[in-house]
């Protein structure tokens, strides 16, 4: 299966590195072609557009940070959708929104194409070990022929249904996520205000219900009030918050927690760090 790649960032590199390990003939594409060195030092062949690298795969796969930059790659003469046509696969591990996914479906389809979106839970770690959750929605047919692809990049892998059902799935997972974060900031903020030992707060928390990977790996850090290496990008978590909101307000359910983390968020935004990893809210959490 020839295997075309569009998006090297943080996510897409690593990813894109997994397949090629495995074997898989990948052709790249990156805004940036710079970040497609690494990938032909290992064997990638490097595609001139991403209409071009549509059109030599037989599963075109697009990593991209926002909607917008989605439809960058996917529309337009030397787009994604220009390189289909029938038999081809287009899967889209960007985490968006649901109508961005539908119609992308609807393009591929147009083209004889068939469509999956397939968001991923995790960050750098994951990404690099192979471990990450892939949530995909769209048609079975390229889920069942790409499930071999997709164990080379995610250790847990679910299929949701219809079109849409993923990126709904994706942005329920970031906003419980960033409830997390933020309670874990505000937690240590108050432990360390009121003379406590923060690392001793990290032990309990560790010890209890409430014991998690996530913790265990940002909480240290914040504790501290180290510089973040950068997994997740903020700027992108904000995103994804606003994009919860935003289907939030489209099925009429309140969410009332994740539209204050939000505005800390924003402020986060405002204060110059969303090209820090996501853990860096809670600079505007700690005194």
Known sequence: MKIG???????????????????????????????????IGLGATLAASPRSLAESADVTIAMMATPAAV??????????VAG?????????????DADTSMKS??????????????????????????TLTIMAAGDRELYDS???VLEKMGKKI???????????????????????LTALSEGI??????????????????????????????????????DFPTAFPLKHMQKDLRLALQLAEEVGQP????????ELYKAALAQGLGEQDFAAVSRVIMK
């Open 5 to 39: 790649f569009i998006g090297l960032g943080i996510m897409g590199s690593a990813m894109a590195t997994n397949l090629l390990k495995a074997g898989f003939n990948v052709t790249v594409w990156n805004r940036s072609i710079d970040k497609c060195s690494p990938l």
């Open 158 to 180: 679910m299929f949701l249904g219809e079109t849409g059902n993923a990126a709904r799935m994706k942005l329920a997972n970031n906003l419980v996520m960033c409830g997390m």
């Open 71 to 80: 439809q960058s790659v996917r529309d337009g003469d030397e787009g994604i």
């Open 255 to 262: 969410l009332f927690a994740t539209a204050t983390i939000n």
């Open 189 to 226: 903020a108050l432990a360390a205000g009121s003379g406590l030992d923060s690392s001793q707060l990290l032990e309990v928390l560790d010890s209890g219900a409430v014991a998690n990977p996530m913790f265990r790996m940002k909480g240290p850090q914040i504790a501290a009030n180290r």
């Open 105 to 130: 479906a609807m393009l591929a389809h147009e083209k004889g194409a068939l469509f999956l979106e397939a968001p991923v839970a995790g960050s750098r770690k994951p990404a690099e070990d192979a």
């Open 146 to 148: 790409s499930l071999p």
């Open 84 to 96: 289909l046509s029938a038999g081809k696969g287009y899967l889209d591990m960007s985490t968006v």
